[in-house]
């Protein structure tokens, strides 16, 4: 509103300073209202930056959510390939200590995969061992004590050295942890195996002739630097595994069962091998996690492949050879190698080698159903679109 409708508008019977005053009021007046929409607009531009910085966030979260259930499968897997991912992931330090806590916690690895890389020779895998070993407190614990607290955390491998390294690294943690209870660490790790020994005479079934107290006591003679433990110290061993076996991890192959439980979809389908020589083989496919998973029989307690979903478009596609089939691709990028992982004949985790993988399915319901549910488990990341196009401008440059 300008001064001069102003003027018009105000009341006849004012006195020049009165009509002044009235319209210095109603200027300031105005100027405070455009101040007001302004600060409205400003609160309005920092909430949405607020609320874009705030679902920046929650990508970035969702996406190393992905990356570390990724990194857990193929722990479970393949351990040294396994951490060798989440370390390039920036979800792991390169350190003993960080890969200890990452074991310890073992939320979603599998036991016997977590004993394995625990019990490896190299220097780092040692190293990791007693960083682990580190985590647990065995202070003013008894010996059977102990070893269920440790034998809980992983599954004991099979192979004689990898038990040597860990029951070694095991009795020198402990004896630290409970100074003078044993001459030595090579009494502590004498009566250890003589305690996991005990536990499988006196549970397992097939050992007919059970250990008396006596007979242990009298075997665990002279192995305290040429001393004897006290016979109450081995009494009170003997009972608690008498009345208590040993809870031992069960081996479950690679506990996928929480990976595989509850699935989006799941069923048999024909899958076109990426060889020299194209052949079709069937395959049980298992949708879950924004993962495909393929197995060569139902029972298989490790999957063939995996082909992570993120990027990937699906579309129906006619094939000469077998009917109802779809395919997964790569938009705009033809020529480029799907991230996807196989299992070899010899157990080795490879990368896939497919630009594509078409599958087939038995009917065309079952076509339309795995679509569906493969694009609403598809999931885009505008980064990567990005990458893949820098990729090529560089590839391009480079031929030229």
């Known amino acids: 509103m300008n ?37 409205k607009d400003e609160i309005a531009d920092v909430t949405n930056e607020i609320e874009s910085l705030g679902l920046t966030e929650e990508r970035k979260s969702m996406q190393r959510n ?3 259930a990724m990194g857990r499968k193929k722990f479970n897997m393949d351990p040294k390939k396994g951490i060798r991912f989440l370390i390039d992931s ?27 890389y625990l019990g490896e020779r190299d220097d780092f895998n040692i190293e990791v061992l007693h960083a682990f070993l580190v985590l647990h407190e065995f202070s003013d614990l008894n010996l059977v004590q102990a070893l269920r607290q440790f034998l809980w955390s992983f599954r004991l491998p099979g192979e004689a050295q990898k038990i040597d390294r860990m029951m070694e690294a095991f009795a020198l943690r402990y004896c630290r942890c409970n100074p003078g209870v044993f001459q030595s660490t090579d009494t502590c790790y004498v009566l250890s195996f003589a305690v996991i020994m005990l536990n499988t005479s006196l549970h397992n079934p097939n050992v007919k002739d059970k250990p008396s107290v006596q007979r242990f006591t009298a075997m665990n003679r002279g192995i305290n630097d040429g001393g004897d433990l006290p016979e109450e ?67 298989d307690k490790e999957p063939r492949g995996i082909i992570p979903l ?83 401008k560089v590839s391009s440059l480079k031929g030229l």
């Not at 939320?107 to 977590?114: F, H, Q, R, V, Y």
Request: charged share 35%.
């Open 310 to 392: 993120e990027n990937l478009n699906i579309r129906e596609v006619d094939d000469s050879k077998k009917p109802n089939c779809f395919e997964l691709f790569i938009s705009d990028h033809r020529d480029q190698v799907i991230k996807a992982c196989k299992t070899e004949a010899d157990g080795r985790v490879v990368e896939g080698n497919h630009t594509f993988y078409r599958i087939s399915a038995p009917t065309a319901e079952e076509k339309d159903e795995w679509i569906n549910s493969i694009k609403a488990a598809i999931s885009k990341d505008p980064f990567y679109e990005m990458l893949a196009a820098r990729k090529k």
């Open 3 to 39: 001064l001069r409708i102003m003027t018009q508008m105000l009341p006849d019977d004012l006195s020049p300073e009165e009509r002044q005053e009235l319209e210095s009021i109603r200027c300031r007046k105005q100027e405070l209202l455009q101040d007001i929409q302004r600060l």
């Open 66 to 68: 992905k990356q570390m």
């Open 233 to 299: 110290l081995l009494r009170n061993l003997y009972d608690s595994i008498k009345n208590e076996p040993f809870k031992i991890p069960e081996d479950d192959g690679n506990d996928l069962t929480h990976t595989f439980f509850n699935p989006d979809r799941e069923g048999w389908l024909l899958k076109l091998g990426g060889g020299r020589v194209k052949t079709w083989k069937r395959r049980w496919f298992i949708l879950t996690d924004n993962c495909l998973y393929y197995f060569e029989y139902t029972t």
């Open 90 to 116: 920036s979800l792991l330090k390169n350190t003993s200590d960080d890969i200890a806590q990452f074991l310890y916690k073992g939320e979603g690895l599998n036991k016997t995969a977590i004993g394995d």
